[in-house]
């Protein structure tokens, strides 16, 4: 089963930018669409951004659309989001998951069935 790592997590300034990685261990199928997702307490998961295997694809969630850059390397097994000019409404628990779907990007969180444990984002002057 594969197993998924997120790091890069922490604190920016608003406007700052952070970079967030995930790394995927075990055996993951070629086919895999990865993606990232938020959470804030009391809410439900957000779909931030997500990219299938081969890259030609993205989609970007509309709250993050222009500032979030989503990519991946797939001999490290690693998706990467750049997320620039950060708002203090990106605070939140960011994951990466993992999805099944073929040649599509999910944007709902029920279609991924592997998630990383969450790194905390705060975005604070």
């Known amino acids: 089963q594969v197993q998924l790592a997120e790091s890069g997590g922490g604190l920016a300034q608003p406007g700052g930018s952070l970079r967030l990685s995930c790394a995927a261990s075990?055996?993951?199928?070629?086919?895999?669409?990865m993606g990232w997702f938020r959470q804030v307490p009391g809410k439900e998961r957000e779909f931030v951004a997500g990219?299938?295997?081969?890259?030609?694809?993205?989609m970007y969630g509309d709250r993050v659309k222009g500032r979030f850059t989503i990519s991946r390397d797939n001999a490290k097994n690693t998706v990467t989001l750049q997320m620039n000019s950060l708002k203090p409404e990106d605070a939140a628990v960011y994951y990466c998951?993992?999805?099944?779907?073929?040649?599509?990007?999910?944007?709902?969180?029920?279609?991924?069935?592997?998630w990383g444990q969450g790194t905390q984002v705060t975005v604070s002057s």
């Open positions: 998951a993992l999805s099944s779907r073929l040649g599509v990007v999910p944007m709902t969180s029920i279609s991924y069935n592997s």
């Open positions: 990219i299938t295997w081969s890259g030609s694809t993205t």
């Open positions: 075990g055996p993951p199928d070629s086919r895999d669409a």
